[in-house]
């Protein structure tokens, strides 16, 4: 499955955003599936509008969410690159992730220990960041020494070397691997190495409960921080959300979120984002037994898309009847679409689209 790593310094709400997460999960686990793989990684739901939409349409026996993998990534500290606080570890579990939340303190609170002095985001995204990029010039500079002799007779490894260099210079000025500009060829060359600043990035700036509407000074000093990254900056109040994913009783949650002037939890908005950093699309499945949303990536075709539901399903893909989501929605039916001739049969060169209610047709 897909996977996002919460990452940031000691004490700024790592834990109790992943606590949120994860107790919001059960909660609503109810109906469906939660699982906790280890005490640090928990399978999210996807909040999607469209998903309960569809719904109240078809009116099924059970609605099945698309879910994502969050996982908390403790002990990055200053130093990690070189060993410190176990670093190297977490690292290594930084490799393994599509995405990385970045939690940032934006909070006062003196009870709250911070080992960096004054409360400051933007020096704080920094020792983080450093820290990932000397890991990452410790992998590229690896890679140099293996390419460097047969780049002198092989053009082909002449030219990774030369993606591989403007690498390394990139990160020696201080810079993330995500903010260079590479051909789709020369990112190649980098494939391999799993490179941990390149992967995309969001930043949470956990601001006090008085903030969490309006961010505060902090929490601009970041986005102003962050501007020439065309990363989102999502101010939530990680404490609240822990508060709100407790409470068992609908009625008494909904009670406290109006008190606090909240539509939803910002968790979904977080969430939301995740789903979208990872470039992810959503596509349905409508009957009466479940209405349910399916993870694929731009660009697949129905037999790929089809893959996600069962693999058999690939081999055997004869064609899709697609219903765009709107179109679904408008005519409020799958007979009702087909009536108005929105229901199309694609094959297996169809692309399909975000939002799309497919039904596959395949030999078993
Ligand atoms: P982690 O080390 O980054 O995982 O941080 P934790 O989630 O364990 O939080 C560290 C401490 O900060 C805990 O005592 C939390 O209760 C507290 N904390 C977390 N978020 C907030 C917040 O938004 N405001 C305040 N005042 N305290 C917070």
């Given at each position: 499955g897909l996977k996002a790593g919460i990452v940031g310094l000691p004490n700024v709400g790592k834990s109790t955003l992943f606590n949120a997460v994860s107790t919001s999960a059960k909660a609503q686990a109810s109906n469906y599936r939660f699982c906790t793989?280890?005490?640090n990684v928990g399978l999210v739901d996807v909040p999607d509008h469209r998903l309960a939409k569809l719904a109240e349409l078809v009116i099924p026996d059970r609605i099945v969410p698309t879910q994502i993998e969050i996982v908390d990534i403790a002990g990055l500290v200053r130093g990690a690159s070189k060993g410190e606080g176990l670093g190297n570890k977490f690292l290594g579990n930084i490799?393994?992730?599509?995405a990385i939340i970045h939690v940032i303190r934006c909070f006062e609170d003196e009870n709250v220990l911070r080992e960096e002095g004054a409360i400051n985001p933007v020096s704080d995204k920094e020792i983080i960041d450093t820290e990932l990029q000397l890991k990452d010039l410790e992998s590229v500079e690896k890679k140099i020494s293996r390419t460097e002799k047969m780049a002198r007779t092989d053009p082909k490894m002449k030219a990774e070397l030369d993606v591989l260099l403007r690498c390394k210079a990139h990160l020696e000025q201080g810079k993330s691997i995500r903010g260079l500009d590479l051909a789709k060829e020369e990112r190649a060359a980098i494939a391999d190495l799993f490179l941990l600043t390149e992967k995309p990035v969001l930043y949470v700036a956990n601001v006090d409960e008085a903030s969490m509407h309006t961010g505060n000074k902090y929490s601009e000093a970041l986005k102003a921080s962050v501007a020439n990254e065309n990363a989102q900056v999502i101010v939530m109040n990680n404490s609240i959300e822990a508060q709100i994913a407790e409470m068992e009783d609908p009625g008494d949650r909904a009670l406290f979120m109006e008190e606090y002037k909240?539509?939803?939890?910002?968790l979904n908005r977080l969430i939301r984002s995740t789903y979208k950093l990872l470039n992810l699309y959503t596509y349905f499945t409508a009957g009466v037994q479940e209405v349910r949303a399916w993870t694929i990536h731009e660009g697949w075709k129905a037999p790929q898309a089809a893959s996600v539901i069962h693999t058999d399903f690939e081999k055997g893909f004869i064609k899709a009847e697609v219903i765009g989501y709107d179109d679904y929605i408008q005519y409020g039916s799958e007979s009702a679409a087909r009536d108005a001739g929105k229901l199309r049969i694609e094959g297996k060169e169809y692309i399909v689209k975000d939002g799309d209610v497919m039904h596959f047709r395949f030999n078993v």
């Open positions: 793989i280890d005490p490799r393994e992730v599509d909240m539509t939803e939890p910002a």
